[in-house]
């Protein structure tokens, strides 16, 4: 299912098309513009890293992208289905059946273990793969009983991750995943990061604003200003633990 | 320190929902506080008041008949300062277009040369200039429209007499004005007469005679010896036994209400006030804990630990503000309406309410206590933080797994219901503390709607099942057993049972009580007495039974022996033994057989009066029969004087149910909505990611609110037994040997007061919930915890 990085995508259906997607929002008294007139495909199997300073508008596209915001201008459709303009269930019922998401503080539950915090995706997914299995991927097939404040920062952050593939998700969204974490345990991280890339094929889109981790990266989209400065594709797809930073 | 006071107000303004739910506690609890301390204050002051401008005497006495100038050996007494004799009795009375029995007690006015004792306050007219003219009492009067110059007709010993009315009074004698021996006033069927001295003695055979003695005493005098002195003195004059104002009917009674002002002061104050400190803990506890970083930076940059400190207790202090004020005019709205109640009740000629300094003072000593307690801790940790450690985030919360769960029982729980438990069950105090303040909501809840409940049981046992007849008439003086046959031969009069009362001291060691000997006829049915159990009792072939709170009074228990002195006939004392306890909740009583009262006081088979049941349809004619008759000096229709006090008691039944539920509702909504509010507080971002998770609004809901039912269905059954307990410790501290209030809540009074509590729940989830659907999902998932 694994996809070759190089291939030309033109005859490919994307997973997601983006079209002049731009994103006003106000800050008290200013007008901040965090994407003007963004053009994008991201396809299936992919795993896309977004680069970019912090303002650069990275987030604000992932957020669109993932159904938690809405763009003030353009268009973006998901497998031909237009996000833009589509109501709040619906939303909700397109995180909950293609989107999984990874964030920087993890958001766990702390009142629910490991296994929990899991399978509370997999009873709202449709065809979801045991919580165990999920965690197992990740490398916590021991640690399924713990609760988070029983966990390392990593190891809270590869507990998401499953939450996140649990549902086998088509899409995976990553907003600065190992910001919180040291080299060491992020890497342990990106590692379940790219396994899950290549074993499931989900589109993998990871936010950061670490240039080392864009050479784990299919493509690189570098984002200035709320603009692409430009998108790079990597010859061959560096393995994580070959990355340090 | 501008700025800090910026962010003083936008922190208020930031916590408005729960200030508001804390000042609604709040207010309730100062409010009742206000109402009942400005009310006791008000009584205890009018009364004091009243009592010296107007003369209320300090001894009282009654004997049969005797000689005036007796009078100059009473007033020899040591430490009696003035003494006034009068003559007063009952008497029957016909009201143009009023055909139910009236009685009335009759009380003659001082003479020009008496010290004029227990003065009349005029509110119209003037006092008698002849002999036809008496003053009537006010409520009488506006019970049925008498004015100055309107006639009535008594029947003074015998004979029918024309009076006229010359003014409505009001006496000190007669704040609370109630027949002897009832406990419920009724206006339209007991009035209060006054007329001069001569006549009156004409009338009752009291000529150059007295049967009543007022006192008032010296700075040094002991009461009680002046007491003993009288009763030797009047004893031969057929004297019933002196005593203070104590044991005067009216006193009594005003006594009673202002005990029961203090134990609900007391109750309610203290349950409105922990609920309001508990929430100001929780609701402080949590911003300090989100300030955690402001409180750090305040310090780094050079505010003291006092100005931090300060900083918070201002925030307190105005939280205190927004109860208290609000509180004091609700407490003086309410109190003033409550004191319009009291004016219907007990007849001052004024009644001065007023807000005193010391109230407001109490008001906020109170409320300052409240807060310091619930938000000691908070302001000590915002005191205390030291500026380094604030600047790091606080350790994540450590769960557990729940009890439920290490039960095994942790397979039935969906992810959700683990959510809740655990969530719970992480801090247990807290959760503790939530159920306790629902469950007081449900409890007070509960107390409101015993009341009626209460009353409804009262006269239930005591007119439905204890006491049958539909008349029950009193002879003026112990009369031969003709007199029954005679009334058993009115047209209408179905049965007859004639009883004997007689006045006695009933004594054990120093313990003693002044009641009347009830004597029953044997198999009585019109008049029962009930056991514990509120069965009908059989009377003992000899000896008495008491009621169970006079024997807790005298602390005697069946088999022990009690001293019977008699204050009529030969005046015998003698050891009766007491073969048993029955259950009242009106009054209090000794009662024997008739034949054993007739023979303790050595006499024949004499009566005092008798019991009536009617055919249908004869109370009429057979009340204008017995009105036409000399000896008979009281005719009481039960079943109308519990309807007239069903109507009287209706209106403030209703407004005290609907002032507590409201208050409970308050308690409940504070509590619940700020559960839901810091819940939400310290679990936005859990509930949001569920929502970018793909959880739906409704899903997310649910956990919510799962949360706060939970919360509320843990405290419907301690709530239901607070209220028990509550109710309890009211039905205590008004029970008296005036009445005992049962313990009686029906089984709606608590499905109702759960139903409230739930709805209560239900309004804060609604109130919750646009913040809720709301939640920020990205600005939350950048959020550090």
Known sequence: MSAAPNVSRTDAVPVFRAIGLTKVYRMGEIEVHALRGVDLELFAGEFVVLLGASGSGKSTLLNILGGLDAPTAGRVECRGHPLTGASDDELTRFRREHVGFVFQYYNLIPSLTARENVALVTEIAREPMAPERALDLVGLGDRLDHFPAQLSGGEQQRVAIARAIAKRPEVLLCDEPTGALDSTTGILVLQALERINRETGALTVVITHNEVIARMADRVIRLSDGRIAGIEHNAARAAPEALRW | ?785
């Not at chain 2, 929902?17 to 100062?30: C, F, H, N, T």
């Not at chain 2, 609907?658 to 308050?666: D, H, K, Q, R, V």
Request: net charge neutral.
């Open chain 2, 1 to 785: 320190m501008k700025a800090l006071h910026h962010k003083l107000w936008r922190d208020l303004w930031q916590l408005r929902g729960q200030v508001i739910a804390i000042a609604l506690v709040m207010i309730g609890g100062i409010g009742t506080m206000t109402m009942a301390q400005s009310n006791y204050a008000a009584l205890a002051g009018s009364r004091a008041l009243y009592y010296a401008e107007y003369r209320f005497a300090e001894v009282f006495a009654r004997a049969k008949r005797a000689p005036l100038p007796l009078m100059e050996t009473v007033r020899a007494i040591r430490g009696v300062r003035e003494a006034e004799a009068r003559v007063t009795g009952f008497v029957t009375l016909e009201i143009g277009g009023y055909d139910e029995p009236v009685t009335w007690q009759i009380v003659s006015l001082p003479g020009p040369d008496d010290p004029g004792l227990n003065r009349l306050f005029l509110r119209e007219g003037a006092l008698p200039s002849s002999d036809g003219e008496v003053v009537i009492g006010e409520a009488f009067a506006e019970a049925h429209g008498l004015r100055p110059g309107d006639a009535l007709v008594a029947i003074l010993n015998g004979r029918r007499q024309l009076l006229s009315i010359s003014g409505i009074g009001l006496s000190p004698e007669f704040v609370y004005q109630i027949r002897p021996g009832d406990v419920f006033p009724d206006f339209e069927r007991f009035g209060v007469l006054w007329m001069r001295h001569e006549p009156l003695a004409m009338a009752f055979d009291m000529d150059g005679a007295f049967n009543d003695l007022s006192l008032t005493l010296t700075r040094q005098a002991r009461e009680d010896d002046v007491i003993d002195a009288l009763d030797s003195l009047l004893t031969s004059y057929g004297g019933v036994g002196a005593h203070g104002r104590d044991l005067q009917l009216s006193h009594r009674f005003l006594d009673e209400e202002l005990g029961q002002l203090q134990v609900m002061t007391r109750l309610f104050t203290a349950i409105f006030l922990g609920v309001a400190a508990f929430l100001m803990n929780v609701v402080i506890g949590r911003l300090v804990t989100t300030q955690r970083e402001q409180i750090a930076v305040l310090k780094a940059f050079g505010y003291s630990r006092f100005e931090v400190g300060l900083h918070y207790a201002q925030l307190v202090l105005l939280m205190v503000g927004f109860g208290v004020l609000p509180g004091l005019a609700l407490g003086a709205w309410l109190g003033r309406g409550l004191a319009d109640i009291y004016m219907d009740f007990y007849r001052f000629p004024y009644l001065a309410w007023t807000l005193e300094p010391r109230v407001i003072g109490l008001a906020f000593g109170f409320a300052l206590a409240a807060a310091a307690l619930g938000t000691a801790s908070g302001l000590h940790r915002a005191f205390r933080l030291p500026p380094a450690e604030a600047m790091r985030p606080e350790a994540p919360p450590v769960f557990r797994r729940t009890l439920t769960e290490r039960l095994g029982f942790g397979a039935l729980l969906d992810p959700t219901a683990r959510m809740i438990l655990r969530n719970l069950e992480r801090r247990p105090l807290r959760s503790a503390m939530s159920v306790l303040g629902i469950g007081l909501g449900v409890g007070i809840l509960v107390m409101s709607r015993f009341q009626s409940s209460a009353i409804e049981e009262m006269i239930g046992v005591q007119f439905g099942f204890a006491q049958r007849d539909d008349l029950a008439v009193t002879f003026t003086e112990p009369t031969s057993s003709r007199a029954a046959h005679e009334l058993a031969a009115l047209p209408g009069v179905r049965v007859v049972e004639p009883f004997r009362s007689a006045a006695v001291i009933l004594r054990n060691g120093h313990r003693e009580y002044r009641t009347a000997l009830q004597g029953l006829p044997d198999g009585a049915d019109l008049k029962r007495v009930l056991d514990a159990d509120l069965q009908p009792a059989r009377m003992p072939d000899d000896g008495l039974l008491l009621t169970d709170y006079l024997a807790g009074m005298l602390a005697v228990r069946p088999g022990n022996t009690l001293e019977v002195e008699f204050l009529e006939g030969h005046r015998r004392t003698l050891e009766v033994p007491v073969a048993g306890t029955v259950r009242e909740y009106l009054g209090v009583g000794a009662y024997a057989g008739r034949e054993t009262v007739n023979r303790l006081l050595g006499e024949g088979a004499a009566l005092s009066g008798a019991w009536l049941s009617l055919t249908p349809g004869a109370r009429q004619g057979v009340v204008a029969e017995l009105r036409t008759r000399p000896r008979i000096a009281a005719v009481t229709d039960r079943s109308a004087m519990v309807q007239s006090f069903r109507d009287t008691m209706a209106e403030s039944i209703l407004t005290f149910t609907l002032i507590a539920t409201l208050m409970a509702a308050s308690i409940a909504v504070g509590v619940v909505y700020n559960a839901s509010r810091i819940t939400l507080a310290e679990r936005g971002r859990e509930l949001a990611s569920l929502r970018v998770l793909g959880y739906t609004r409704g899903e997310v809901r649910a956990l919510l609110l799962g949360e706060l039912f939970t919360l509320t269905f843990m405290a419907l059954m301690p709530g239901f037994l607070l209220g028990l307990g509550m109710t309890w410790l009211l039905v205590q501290g008004f029970a008296s040997d005036l009445y005992r209030i049962p313990l009686s809540i029906p089984p709606a009074g608590f499905a109702i007061a759960g139903l409230i509590v739930l709805a209560a729940t239900a309004g804060s989830g609604l109130l919750v919930r646009r913040r809720l659907d709301n939640l920020d999902l990205v600005a939350v998932l950048k959020l550090k915890e």
